[in-house]
């Protein structure tokens, strides 16, 4: 199954002022947060991506282009040349999009339509998010159904607490917002073609599209209580980084060898 990523947005809450790559190329770990993501998938035989480029494209077509799989994986130096014990991205297809600077992300999907021509379910991602969700069990549930999108649902991720206040301005009770009876967007999704039928010339993902279909009965959540994060802040990044450098990465299922790896779909 083919995923498309977004990846072409400015990241104004990421940028430090110094630094001018995207949001998805800055680094947790030796690797940047694009291939986190796209590990993440080929874990479970997703390897086609379609890449939606804008800002920063160039750091992301170099990255790619001089991809060292070194990095992350052992190797036998041989006077000089290099014996791979493992490898990252051989079986990757990967098709670079631009996708134009300023669009929101529906228009980057309308226009990476000619990609996924064909399909009959494909995946899409804001590709800053991590998680160990069980992607197979998602994609089974909305393949099942006849919804035209199915988003990842969790539970608000700010640490503040939501207080009740009775009518002599008494505190009735103090919650933590993530035990208050509520979902946000996390990012991950199943699509079908229809989708494109939704979406106007710079319009929005959620917006033009998920919103209405949502009003008719056609959009569906796949809700996950496991370990979600985002990058969208260089605060949420370093948190990420310095998880990683603990040895705590939840979201790389493929170091764990009680999850098998599915069949390439």
Not at 25 to 47: D, E, K, N, Q, S
Request: net charge negative.
């Amino acid at each position: 199954m083919k995923v498309v990523l977004f990846c072409g947005g400015y990241g104004m809450r990421m940028r430090d002022g110094v630094s001018d790559l995207p949001k998805p190329m800055h680094r947790v770990g030796p690797r940047p947060l694009i291939w986190h993501v796209m590990r993440y998938y080929a874990h479970f035989g997703h390897t086609e991506f379609v890449l939606c480029m804008g800002y920063g494209a160039e750091h992301i077509k170099d990255y790619f282009l001089h991809y060292s799989e070194t990095a992350s994986n052992d190797f036998v130096l041989h006077g000089g040349r290099v014996e791979l014990l493992g490898s990252d991205i051989q079986d990757w297809t990967i098709t670079f999009a631009h996708t134009g600077l300023d669009s929101p992300i529906g228009e980057r999907l309308r226009r990476v339509r000619e990609h996924v021509e064909g399909e009959e379910m494909f995946l899409a991602n804001y590709a800053d998010v991590l998680t160990d969700l069980d992607l197979d069990a998602m994609v089974d549930d909305f393949a099942a159904s006849d919804a035209v999108g199915r988003l990842l649902a969790v539970p608000p991720q700010p640490a503040f607490h939501c207080v009740g206040i009775g009518e002599d301005d008494r505190i009735t009770a103090i919650s933590p917002l993530q035990e208050m009876p509520l979902w946000e967007n996390g990012g991950y999704f199943v699509l079908r073609p229809e989708i494109f039928d939704y979406l106007p010339e710079g319009g929005d993902l959620i917006a033009d599209a998920c919103t209405p279909l949502a009003r008719e009965g056609r959009m569906t959540a796949h809700r996950h209580r496991g370990f979600w994060q985002s990058a969208d802040t260089a605060k949420e990044r370093s948190m990420l980084d310095a998880a990683y450098q603990a040895g705590r990465r939840p979201w790389m299922l493929w170091e764990n060898p009680r999850i098998p790896v599915p069949a390439q779909s």
